[in-house]
């Protein structure tokens, strides 16, 4: 394909064509995450419609515009598409003029009449522009496997001649779906999890369980560089740090070692409903995949979320770890959650953790201490940072 020759694009919208009354909003929420996505190429301007968005490129470079779109979430599809006037003269030679500068041996016509006013129907619009292609050219018609498939579409102010389709990242657009706050990590799921969510719509903020001194500071740094990552999907990412050291020893203290991981994940969760609470978070997420560790069995599931009334969304909850790692090397997560820096859950894992937790047993060790102290004083204690891509646009407090 060659992009100097067109000068605008056009997005498609897939999935959010099934969302009835509401697909106003979510097709104008997608537009504002567009031009949030592309403000750093100023001179761009937009046309948000029901059926399509149409990005007018005045004269730019659509290379790296292209890629930026490949990672906007409510994306089905976009093409570099040329916009001329819809004069059948006009779309012959145009149609000619591409196939020409494309330099191969075979096409194939699809054209479509959104405007059922228009004189010619779209079989005809075919047969004559197929016609005066194959009089002018060294072209062959291939209905079946062309090497260019050209794609007209007639709409009423305007014709849209396009080659190819671009696949986008699909799901909802940032935002429509609400906020949750992710368990962060730093290993390869919970990053997977993050992209995968927000690909939903779902915008995120994340909580980070340190514990020095048993973690290491640089940790942290892998937790931002990890959101770096994340900004190309969502330009804001606020990370919640919680001191979790003082709470973490009583739980060795108070409990016996094979019950320390099912325990520990019952703090995280308590701890995260408050700050979901507090900023406004409609649930709590995290990497979990079924049966990966003691703590992700189902039994260790159900007690573990017993502390809470909170929606617990496990976006990975099914992929095994050779599908999660597929996805962290597509979204450039993977190098840095390998780095050896290992997390409190990682550094405190017993050496027999329980697979099938009693909710009996856990309480009775809960009740030798007042953990509830040790949660309140994680969350006054707790830093919050911020992650941005140089992209963020402020004014967007869904991000």
């Known amino acids: 394909m060659n992009a100097a020759m067109y000068d605008h694009i056009m997005v498609r ?31 761009l301007t937009y046309n948000v419609r029901m059926d399509h968005i149409y990005i007018n490129l005045n004269g730019l470079d659509p290379t790296p515009i292209v890629e930026r779109l490949k990672d906007v979430s409510g994306i089905y599809s976009f093409s570099l598409v040329l916009k001329t006037n819809t004069d059948i003269e006009n779309l012959k030679s145009l149609t000619l003029d591409i196939l020409n500068k494309e330099n191969k041996k075979t096409f194939k016509m699809r054209a479509k009449r959104a405007d059922k006013l228009y004189p010619i129907i779209s079989d005809d619009i075919n047969r004559q522009i197929a016609s005066h292609v194959l009089k002018n050219s060294s072209y062959k018609v291939d209905v079946h496997n062309p090497d260019v498939l050209v794609s007209i579409t007639i709409r009423e102010d305007a014709a849209y001649i396009f080659t190819e389709d671009i696949m986008g990242a699909g799901g909802y657009p940032l935002g429509v779906g609400g906020k949750a706050i992710m368990m962060m990590s730093g290993g390869i799921d919970s990053p997977v999890a993050s992209y995968l969510l927000m690909k939903r719509g779902v915008a995120l903020e994340c909580v980070h369980f340190a514990a020095p001194p048993y973690t290491n500071a640089a940790v942290i740094d892998k937790i931002k560089d990890l959101c770096k990552e994340l900004n190309r999907y969502q330009a804001k990412i606020k990370v919640h740090i919680v001191p979790f050291t003082k709470l973490q020893e009583n739980i060795y203290k108070y409990s016996n070692e094979s019950y320390a991981i099912t325990i520990m ?49 496990r976006p990975v909850a099914i992929f095994d770890k050779t599908e999660i790692i597929k996805i962290a090397k597509k979204i450039k997560t993977y190098d840095i959650s390998i780095r050896p820096y290992e997390d409190c859950c990682t550094i405190f894992a017993p050496k027999n953790p329980k697979t099938a ?34 992209l963020e646009d402020k004014d967007k407090n869904y991000l």
């Open 357 to 390: 937790p009693g909710l009996e047993e856990v309480l009775a060790f809960e009740k030798k201490w007042d953990f509830e102290s040790d949660i309140e004083e994680c969350v006054k204690n707790v830093e919050t940072i911020v992650v941005t891509s140089d």
């Open 13 to 43: 919208f897939g999935e959010l064509s099934t969302k009835g009354k509401n697909k106003k909003d979510f097709i104008f929420r997608l537009g504002d995450n567009i031009r949030n996505a592309l403000k750093e190429f100023n001179g």
């Open 265 to 313: 994940r019952r703090m995280m969760y308590r701890i995260s409903e408050r700050l979901a609470d507090k900023y406004k978070c409609l649930a709590i997420a995290n990497g979990e995949s079924v049966g990966q560790v003691a703590s992700q069995t189902l039994a260790s599931m159900k007690v573990i979320n017993d502390v809470t009334t909170m929606p617990i969304i």
